[in-house]
């Protein structure tokens, strides 16, 4: 009886829960995960954690390699306005070759894209960028 009264009660109280929330963040996540997969790691690297050693460097072509983006290069000094643009426009301007994903990726593409980037830096990372941007 006693497990009877647990499982209804659990029952009752699981439809308490909106799991909409929790769904809507694993389908973004998921969403973030497969636009990084697709577009980026061909040059940022499976893991965000870059292709080359010293990407500060420019190279023979004088152009820059593409930076890590896994908290441990430059990416999280910016606003997400500033990360948003260069996904956007591309990184010509700045040196490199990163072409514009303006008209490749749709808004929600973009923002899961900048939340998986969010992902893939350590905590004390994210922490500084919150603390700067949020």
Known sequence: MKFLIIFVT?????G????????SK???AQLG?????????QCHGKQGEG?????KKRQANGMFPAPPVNGSA???HHSPES????????GAKLG??????????????KQALLDYIYSLWPKDIQQKYDSRFK
């Open 10 to 14: 659990t029952l009752l109280l699981t």
């Open 16 to 23: 308490c829960f909106d799991s909409s929330d929790l769904q």
């Open 26 to 28: 694993t389908d973004t």
């Open 33 to 41: 995960k497969v636009t990084f997969e697709e577009n980026c790691v």
């Open 51 to 55: 292709l080359t050693q010293d990407w």
């Open 74 to 76: 430059h990416a999280w």
């Open 83 to 90: 990360l948003m643009n260069t996904i956007n426009h591309g």
């Open 96 to 109: 490199g070759w990163m072409p514009a994903f303006k008209d490749q990726l749709d808004g929600a593409e």
